[in-house]
C-alpha cells in the first residue's frame, strides 16, 4: 500500500482562485482526516469523516472552506475564493483503530 | 475547552545528553495521549501513545494525570532523533478526532 497519497504537492494560485485539495485513503481506513499546519499554529484539525461522514467540520475556517468524500477512497478539501492567509501545509489523513492517524505528504499552498 | 500546549518551539541538545520535550493539556475528561513525530523528508507518523506504555527508539511519556502533562523523555539522545515532534489528545468517548499542539523542533547536535 502506497499510504495516504494527496495531490497536487505543491499548488501556487492567485488570490480569489478557487483551489481544490484531493486525497486517497488508505484502503480499508474508515475514519478521514483534513489537517493545515501553519508555523504559527502548528496542527489545526479542520474536518473529520467516519464512513465518509463528516462527523466534525468544527474547525472549517469559514464559508470559504469546504470538504466532501464522495466515497470510501476519496476525499476533496476545496478553497473558494482563496486569500493569502490560506497559505499553509494541508495535510490527509486516515485510519482505521481510533485515533491512530497515518497522515499523506501534505500540499504546500501558496496564495498569492 | 480542548487544548495541548507544547512551551518550546525548539529544543538543542548535544549527542548523549538527556532530552525532556514538555507537553500540558487541558481537558475534562479522560484522555488519550499520543505523541507523533515528523523527520525531514518523512510523514507524520505516531511514535506512541499513552495506553501502550511503551519505549519506542528510547523514548517514553508518562501519563500525569494531576499535572496534565505528558512529556516525552529520552535519556541519550541520538542525531537521529532530530525531527519535529507533536503531541496530541483524543477525548476518547467514540471519537477518532486527534488534537494536536503546536509541535517542538529537537536538534540534536554531534
Known amino acids: 500500500d502506497a499510504g495516504v497519497i494527496q495531490s497536487p504537492r505543491h499548488e501556487v494560485t492567485e488570490m480569489g482562485q478557487e483551489v481544490t485539495l484531493r486525497c486517497k485513503p488508505i484502503?480499508?481506513?474508515?475514519?478521514l482526516f483534513w489537517y493545515r499546519q501553519t508555523m504559527m499554529r502548528g496542527l489545526e484539525l479542520l474536518i473529520y469523516?467516519?464512513?465518509?461522514?463528516?462527523?466534525?467540520d468544527s474547525g472549517m475556517p469559514e464559508d470559504r472552506f469546504s470538504a466532501k468524500m464522495p466515497n470510501a477512497s476519496f476525499s476533496t478539501l476545496k478553497i473558494q475564493p482563496s486569500e493569502p492567509r490560506d497559505s499553509a501545509v494541508y495535510f490527509c489523513?486516515?485510519?482505521?483503530?481510533?485515533?491512530?492517524?497515518?497522515f499523506g505528504s501534505g500540499t504546500q499552498l501558496s496564495v498569492l | 475547552a480542548q487544548r495541548v500546549t507544547q512551551p518550546e518551539k525548539l529544543l538543542s541538545v548535544f549527542k548523549g545528553a538527556p532530552v525532556e520535550l514538555k507537553c500540558n493539556y487541558s481537558?475534562?475528561?479522560?484522555?488519550?495521549l499520543f505523541w507523533y513525530v515528523q523527520y525531514s523528508r518523512q510523514r507524520l507518523q505516531l511514535l506512541l501513545r499513552?495506553?501502550s506504555r511503551e519505549s519506542i527508539k528510547g523514548f517514553t511519556a508518562d501519563l500525569n494525570k494531576g499535572e496534565t502533562s505528558f512529556h516525552l523523555k529520552k535519556p541519550f539522545a541520538q542525531e537521529e532523533d532530530s525531527a519535529m515532534y507533536y503531541c496530541?489528545?483524543?477525548?476518547?468517548?467514540?471519537?477518532?478526532?486527534?488534537?494536536f499542539g503546536t509541535g517542538t523542533r529537537l536538534q540534536v547536535f554531534p
Open positions: 489523513a486516515s485510519s482505521l483503530e481510533g485515533p491512530k492517524l497515518f
Open positions: 496530541a489528545l483524543s477525548p476518547g468517548l467514540n471519537t477518532d478526532k486527534l488534537i
Open positions: 499513552h495506553i
Open positions: 469523516f467516519n464512513n465518509n461522514v463528516p462527523i466534525d
Open positions: 484502503s480499508g481506513h474508515n475514519s
Open positions: 481537558y475534562s475528561g479522560s484522555p488519550e
